[in-house]
């Protein structure tokens, strides 16, 4: 889980140091306290190879006992005169290393596609182009909030499995929503007692690097109720197939699915077959269940009662915006179009009329054929060519009209274009933005 | 055996030229995939080691360009069988066994043809290594 990371405390160097900016393998850590407590978030970054290597990968190498490398800077006060420090460092030089992550062991999750017509990235991992795959997260019925919906016996205090370590709930997880079955956890736990088999850096192509972490959580079976809601079972948990392909708070639902459709590596969306399979390790995730069984069954791990219940009843609300986001409605423009069997002098009289560098070829039913541009046109009167199918883009990049601007003004940059058509569903062509007239608009 | 990867132009593409190298050396080549239509092509087959360079050698007498693809391998002490690579595998040939354990069947992998699953893999623990033999075909 990405909202994961390890508070440590590096001791006093000598003369000391009050670290204002502080880097460990290249990966800036926060800072939010006294002069020598770090937090280590699972996503930042390394400076080096973004991307590649993250804070997740920094606690991973440190609960492996690998030497990691300390570079802090100060401005420097006259209690704390040193400016700027170099150490390397294992985990038995820290004074305290703790995991302290503010939400993990999300209690079901969205099964992602892409209806796009590009690959995406996302943190659902790599989603091919009209939904060709889907991913899901989440263990279904090993998940421990699920067999314990109500937190009658897991609240603040519970003891728990962490990174094959013991660690301890210590409150809801951010963004907790027991009533939608989003129920989240917030633990902490002792890096310097875990195992990296549950505890693993990893990193997400073009999305950025995260945290796996083992977590498993005991059940007393304490009444008739808990024995009936712990034999939950995959097929009566149910989430939602969700096109990621929208970059939008609230992306399309396709239709629900349960974890035992889930798991069987196949389902249907639309009609078609779907190849779908896990992000997280269910592998793990069933051992971690033995292991801990063994823990309690050998005396080593004591069940707690927790010291106080979590909040069974919060919103997980969205973020009050004073600005308003423009979307691509607002600043889209008719488009001029062709049809594919004219000229190119008639196409080239259109531009200079219109005032235009984008001619759009449409059907007779409005659906997108390709796109001509101005310079398209320059060079094929250079080349002599008449025929407008023979210099016409096929493989044109598109917007819709309610992605945000910003996504539209990304797509032009990375495909190094000027304009992109609007289209809907069907792919009929609703209008065009430029990148004049993004850039109006945001201002860049 | 080691997998080649050939590329004909479009002048070849009416030629038998893989079925005489067949029989003239008396090798069998497996063709494991195959994209041909009238502007050229491109075959991933397989070929016994010790008759590599040979057919490497006939290809290429015959103007196809050969190369050798790196093929996928999976480090199972990085790998963490998540399943990321699962969906992303166009030829089905990464799986998930009973226990949740990820198992890749080597026989229908394309290799660097492909590659799939490389970057979609979080461990990192997917990768493309050369083939043994490579600096045969590396040869001209």
């Known amino acids: 889980m990405c909202s994961s990371g390890a508070i440590v405390n590096l001791g006093h160097s000598d003369p000391p140091i009050k670290i204002e900016k502080a880097w460990v393998n290249d990966v800036e850590a926060c800072h939010p306290g006294a002069a020598v407590d770090l937090y280590v978030g699972a996503t930042a970054m390394s400076d080096k190879h973004p991307f590649e290597y993250g804070g997740g990968h920094v606690i991973e190498d440190l609960v492996r006992g690998k030497e990691v490398n300390l570079n802090a800077t100060a401005y420097g006060t006259d209690c704390y005169p040193k400016t700027q420090i170099q150490t390397n460092l294992t985990k038995d030089d820290l004074n305290q290393f703790y995991l302290l992550n503010f939400r993990n062991c999300y209690q079901r999750y969205a099964c992602a596609v892409n209806s796009r017509d590009e690959t995406i990235y996302t943190y659902m991992g790599k989603l091919l182009p009209r939904m060709r795959n889907a991913t899901f997260s989440g263990a279904g019925e090993l998940n421990p909030l699920m067999n314990d919906p109500d937190y009658e016996t897991i609240g603040i205090g519970t003891r728990i499995f962490l990174g094959g370590a013991q660690g301890y709930i210590i409150g809801e997880g951010t963004q907790h929503e027991p009533l939608s079955r989003s129920g989240t956890l917030m633990v902490r736990g002792n890096c310097k007692n875990m195992n990296a088999d549950f505890l693993r850096g990893a990193a997400f192509s073009h999305y950025g690097t995260t945290l796996y972490v083992g977590l498993g959580i005991p059940i007393p079976i304490l009444n008739e109720g808990l024995a009936k809601k712990t034999a939950i079972r995959d097929h009566e948990i149910f989430t939602q197939v969700v096109d990621y392909g929208v970059p939008r708070r609230d992306r399309p639902k396709l239709r629900k699915v349960s974890y035992e459709e889930l798991k069987s590596g196949t389902i249907i969306v639309n009609e078609r077959k779907v190849r779908v399979s896990s992000l997280s390790s269910l592998k793990t995730a069933k051992k971690i269940a033995e292991t801990l069984k063994t823990w309690i069954s050998n005396a080593s791990f004591y069940i707690t009662a927790p010291v106080e219940r979590l909040a069974n009843d919060s919103v997980f609300k969205p973020m009050k915006e004073t600005e308003v986001t423009p979307f691509v409605a607002r600043v889209m423009q008719s488009a001029v179009t062709c049809r594919e069997n004219e000229k190119i002098k008639a196409i080239a009289e259109r531009i200079v009329t219109r005032s235009v560098n984008h001619i759009i070829v449409v059907d007779d039913k409005n659906r997108l054929g390709g796109i001509v541009t101005s310079w398209d046109i320059t060079r094929a009167m250079a080349e002599g060519k008449t025929a407008l199918t023979d210099i016409v883009t096929r493989r044109v990049v598109t917007v819709k009209p309610d992605e945000p601007l910003e996504t539209a003004s990304r797509r032009m940059a990375q495909h190094n274009i000027s304009a992109l058509p609007v289209i809907n569903s069907e792919r009929k062509v609703l209008g065009i933005v430029t990148a004049e007239d993004v850039s109006k608009l945001l201002g860049r | ?140």
């Open chain 2, 1 to 140: 055996m080691v997998r080649i990867l050939l590329k004909f132009s479009e002048a070849l593409v009416g030629q038998p030229i893989t079925a005489e190298i067949i029989l003239e050396h008396k090798v069998p080549i497996n063709i494991i995939t195959a994209h041909v239509d009238s502007k050229g092509g491109e075959f991933l087959a397989e070929v016994p080691d010790e008759a590599l360079e040979e057919v490497v050698q006939a290809f290429r007498a015959r103007g196809a360009t050969v190369s050798l693809p790196k093929l996928i391998e999976i480090d199972k002490d990085l790998c963490f069988d998540c399943g990321a690579c699962v969906s992303i595998c166009p030829l089905e040939a990464i799986g998930v066994d009973e226990d949740f354990s990820i198992n890749f069947d080597k026989e229908k992998c394309v290799g660097s043809t492909c590659s799939a699953c490389v970057e979609a893999c979080p461990a990192g623990a997917i990768k493309s290594v050369k083939q043994n033999n490579s600096e045969i075909a590396s040869k001209t």
